[in-house]
Each structure stands twice: as structure tokens, then as C-alpha cells.
């Protein structure tokens, strides 16, 4: 039996913080609507929209990608997902939070025969140049992930792998690349349709934010040996969840209300997250992107200028404690906290009883880091109750796929529903188009020669840069 995730939020209330909190009233203010918006949610969902909510329930993808890497798992030292945004972040906080911690370190043999995984999310030439130089392609299996199939950064990276492979390969090294991308639109659907190369597919009306459980982030899992089918399940008993359970018993909506209320009501328009876990540390990276990118808007869904989102922040326990804890309690309180805590970690490790002459060392002694790692936690939740921070918890009773894939649900669903809270599309990103087409432009592409010109104007006029 797979235990679940759990969800407090008792440090966010009245009666605990205090005014910086939300009275039980307040709270209960927001039933109606929240679950007015979930049951438009639901009513999409049956109707066949918000395509997210069922891929729990599709096994097929899954499948397939366990199939080609169990076919492909042993000819491999590397695998290699290049990729940005939506195409990799999901990636990394799988292969962080449910492979080795060391995972390209240890041998192979303790992957259980898996190739190493990278997954390129910079185009930065001095990374990708030292990258390039630690393993041998010929080796590798590269697989290219984009949605649109036309993203600037991924298409660079695809071209020169497809240019050094061509080089080394020739004709053979269709058996080094594999690319996910939409099922028709994007160049690169119309370069696996030339070049015969194996493809997996991005399913339509899935944004790259939500794309974690589809081909684009179940491949490389797969690869790297996770119980995807068990990530899958996790995934579906969220959404059985959200679709069955009344207000007060559904914290996904519950979160979404707590926290456009934290956001709106009170200025707390940051949202820390701080997970207790090296595992899930990549988890507050994917969750930083989701919250950003779906809830950061000008315009309402009326077009009005709103300018919405809580800006989100990711801090790790216990590095940031000595990083950042001292402004969370004693800076501005503009923050709302949520704490990822594990009961229980893979490993124990005792931490010896030495120096028993020095008090200040002794009492360290025959404690674990298990008991220091969750009393630092609890020093920081009190520390900022204290303080009157309000602060909200996702416990991971263990962190495996079942309750990550939990995870990823929850804070799929609270995003989404977070979106008709503040009446925005959450599903879209014109902020980042704007600053895709300078680059285009200054890349010289076709159809943006005018906006060039306009681009190279602007950047001539700077009077404020200087040598020091
Ligand atoms: O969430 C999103 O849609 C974006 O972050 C995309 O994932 C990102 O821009 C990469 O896009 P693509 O997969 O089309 O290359």
C-alpha cells in the first residue's frame, strides 16, 4: 500500500500567527467560489479539455518509453535531453528526486545497467563546450525535446549535435538521437519525418509546464530506471481527489484559495518554497517555473491590465538556513512559506559519539542527521511562527514515485485552479514570446528584418554602460 502525501496549513491560521494569518471564517469565505472553479475544471475535463488531468490514466505513453529504453538501456554510457523550460526542468527534479543522489558518479552497475543522464537546459557555449568534451557522442543517446519544435536555444543545441554526429556517424547515427516534439506542427515533426528518426510525441493540449507526465518527461525517467507506472498512479489519486472531494477536504484547493488570499489580501506576494530534502530541492525549481509562468499576467481574461502572480522563491533546508532564514524572520513579511518534509529518509546515518569532554559537541553524539535534518526543520517552522510568517507543510511520508507523482498533480491542479482565481490564462506565456523574438531578430530570421533594425536602434543609445 503506497501512503500518501499530507498537507498542514495550520501555521497559516488566526488562531496560530496571529493577524498575519487567516481567520476560519475568512477561510471559509472562499468555499463557494473555489468550488465554483473546480467544477468548471471538472466540466473541461469530462469534456475532453485540460488534457493534464487524464494523463495519469493514459498508460500508453508509458509503455512505450519503458519499451524503447528497455530495448536500448545497455548501448548507451550517456543519456543526453536537451531541452529548456517545460522540455527539462520536470526532468531534473525526477532524476534528483528519485535516482541517486550521485547518479552519473556511481557506476553503472549500481544504476542497474542505465546510461549516465545530463539534461542541457543552457545554451551557455562554456558549459555546452565543456560538456561536449567530458563524453564521447558516439556513445550517446541524445534526445531532443521541444513542444513548438522551433525553440531557439533547443534548435541551436539539436544542430550542432546533428552536425558533430553527421560527422562521426553518417547515416548511423539516427541510432544516437530521438526527438519528442508535437505530433504535426514544428520543424522538428517535418525533420523526423525526413530523416525516419524514432520520435515520441508531445500530446496536443498539453502546455510545456504540464508536460512533465507525457513522453517528455517519462522518457528519460525511464531510462534512468524510475517506476514511472507507479508515478502515474500517484498522479491519478490527486486528480480522483480533486475531482470528489468537498472544500475543506481537498487541499489542492484549499492551497490555490490560501494562497491568492496570503497574495492578495495581505501582501505576501512571495511564495517560498523550501523543501527539507535533497531529493526534492529540483521540485521547488519546477514548481518556481509553474507558479511563474502560469500565474504571472498583465491582462485578465477580460483584457484588463492586472498585472498578477506571486513571485516564487526556492530555498533548500538546512543550506539556506544560513542563507536566508534571516530574512524570513526578521525582513519584510511579504513571504508565505511551504515546508516539503520527509518522515522518513532511504538512509540513517548515526552521527558518532566523539569528545565527550566538550559539551558542545557531545550532545551531537549518538543522534542521527535523520533527527538533526527534521529538528533544524522544526527550528525553522517555529522560528518563523514565531515571527508571525505564515508558513504551510507537504509532508512526504517517504519520497518514491508514488508520492512525488502526488506532487506534481497537486501542484499542477493548484496552478490551474490558481488561474481562475485570479481570472487569468494560466496555460499561456506572452512574456516570454516578447523576448524570444529578439532574439530571432538579432539572429537574423526571416520576416523579423524590420524589428532587427528597430532592436539595433535601441541598443545603440546606451549611455550607461561603462568600463570600470
Ligand atoms: O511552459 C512552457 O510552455 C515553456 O516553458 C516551454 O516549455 C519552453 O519555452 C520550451 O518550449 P518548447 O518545448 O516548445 O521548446
Redesign the pocket.
Known amino acids: 500500500m503506497n501512503s500518501s502525501i499530507r498537507f498542514d496549513y495550520s501555521n497559516l491560521m488566526q488562531e496560530v500567527i496571529g493577524k498575519e494569518g487567516i481567520s476560519k471564517k475568512e477561510l471559509s469565505g472562499y468555499k463557494s467560489v473555489s468550488t465554483r472553479y473546480r467544477d468548471e475544471m471538472k466540466k473541461e475535463y469530462e469534456s475532453g479539455g485540460l488534457k493534464f488531468l487524464s494523463l495519469p490514466f493514459n498508460k500508453q505513453y508509458a509503455k512505450e518509453a519503458l519499451k524503447f529504453a528497455k530495448e536500448r538501456i545497455n548501448k548507451y554510457e550517456n543519456f543526453v535531453v536537451l531541452?529548456?523550460?517545460?522540455?527539462a526542468l520536470g526532468n531534473i527534479a525526477l532524476l534528483t528526486a528519485l535516482g541517486h543522489p550521485y547518479y552519473n558518479i556511481v557506476s553503472k552497475k549500481e544504476r542497474k545497467g542505465s546510461p549516465r543522464i545530463f539534461i542541457l537546459d543552457n545554451i551557455d557555449p562554456d558549459q555546452f563546450y565543456g560538456f561536449l568534451e567530458t563524453i564521447d557522442i558516439r556513445k550517446t543517446l541524445f534526445n531532443v525535446?521541444?513542444?513548438?519544435?522551433?525553440?531557439a536555444e533547443?534548435m541551436s543545441q539539436f544542430l550542432i549535435i546533428y552536425d558533430m554526429l553527421n560527422r562521426k556517424l553518417g547515416k548511423k547515427h539516427k541510432n544516437n538521437l530521438v526527438i519528442t516534439t508535437d505530433a504535426s506542427k514544428g520543424f522538428l515533426r517535418k525533420i523526423i519525418e525526413k530523416e525516419n528518426y524514432d520520435s515520441f510525441v508531445?500530446p496536443d493540449g498539453v502546455?510545456?509546464?504540464?508536460?512533465i507526465l507525457t513522453p517528455v518527461g517519462l522518457l528519460s525517467s525511464a531510462f534512468a530506471g524510475i517506476d514511472i507506472n507507479n508515478l502515474l498512479k500517484g498522479a491519478a489519486s490527486i486528480v480522483e481527489m480533486f475531482l470528489k472531494n468537498d472544500y475543506l477536504k481537498n487541499p489542492t484547493m484549499l492551497n490555490a484559495a490560501l494562497h491568492y488570499h496570503f497574495d492578495t489580501q495581505k501582501g505576501n506576494n512571495i511564495s517560498v518554497m523550501m523543501p527539507y530534502s535533497y531529493k526534492l530541492k529540483d521540485f521547488a525549481d519546477w514548481y518556481r517555473?509553474i507558479w511563474a509562468?502560469s500565474l504571472g499576467k498583465k491582462f485578465n481574461l477580460k483584457g484588463k491590465e492586472v498585472f498578477t502572480g506571486q513571485t516564487p522563491i526556492k530555498a533548500l533546508g538546512v543550506t539556506d538556513q544560513h542563507s536566508q532564514v534571516q530574512l524570513y524572520t526578521e525582513g519584510p513579511n511579504n513571504k508565505i512559506f511551504t515546508f516539503l518534509s520527509v518522515d522518513d529518509f532511504d538512509n540513517t546515518i548515526k552521527i558518532p559519539k566523539l569528545f565527550k569532554e566538550i559539551d558542545g559537541l557531545a550532545y551531537l553524539g549518538n543522534h542521527s542527521l535523520n533527527e538533526l535534518m527534521t529538528f533544524e526543520r522544526i527550528g525553522t517552522e517555529l522560528a518563523l511562527k514565531a515571527a508571525k510568517r505564515p508558513q504551510c507543510q507537504i509532508l512526504f511520508p517517504k519520497v518514491n514515485a508514488f508520492t512525488v507523482g502526488q506532487f506534481i498533480m497537486f501542484y499542477e491542479i493548484q496552478t490551474a485552479l490558481s488561474g481562475k482565481f485570479y481570472q487569468i490564462n494560466p496555460y499561456d506565456?506572452p512574456g516570454?514570446e516578447a523576448g524570444k523574438k529578439v532574439a530571432y531578430a538579432l539572429m537574423g530570421r526571416k520576416g523579423y528584418e524590420d524589428y532587427q533594425k528597430e532592436i539595433l536602434k535601441q541598443l545603440s543609445k546606451k549611455e550607461t554602460s561603462f568600463f570600470v
Open positions: 531541452g529548456i523550460g517545460g522540455s525535446v521541444s513542444k513548438s519544435g522551433e525553440t533547443t508531445v502546455g510545456g509546464r504540464f508536460s517555473q509562468e506565456q516570454v
